[in-house]
């Protein structure tokens, strides 16, 4: 069973900093892509970036330049630091993980609880 644990959410100042971390369980046979997808009130779940086993990395257009994503493969972790951070990136965030869990397995999404992220005065 794949679960993925989060941390690093909270409430910050338009400007300020966070940091977003989130762990996966051990023994996947396989990962593929580890990322951050966020969802704010009334808004569809979108993608904030994604990271291959490869070190490749893919960002949504409003957040290059002030998140970077990283990951730690040995440890099934990726991290998410935000900065410049403003009021429109207020949202629950959400790791993903896309894996194989077990030898012979399909591919599958898997999703944390959410971390919520507030950005306000």
């Known amino acids: 069973q794949v679960r993925l644990a989060e941390s690093g959410g909270g409430l910050v100042q338009p400007g300020g900093s966070l940091r977003l971390s989130c762990a996966a369980s051990?023994?996947?046979?396989?990962?593929?892509?580890m990322g951050w997808y966020r969802q704010a009130p009334g808004k569809q779940r979108e993608l904030v970036a994604y990271?291959?086993?490869?070190?490749?990395?893919n960002y949504a257009d409003s957040v290059k330049g002030r998140f970077t994503i990283s990951r730690v493969n040995a440890e099934n972790a990726v991290y998410l630091e935000m900065n410049s951070l403003k009021p429109e990136d207020t949202a629950v965030y959400y790791c993903n993980t896309r894996a194989v869990a077990a030898p012979g397995d399909y591919e599958s999404d898997y999703w944390g609880q959410g971390t919520q992220v507030t950005v306000s005065s």
């Open positions: 990271i291959t086993s490869g070190g490749n990395t």
């Open positions: 051990e023994n996947i046979f396989s990962i593929i892509t």
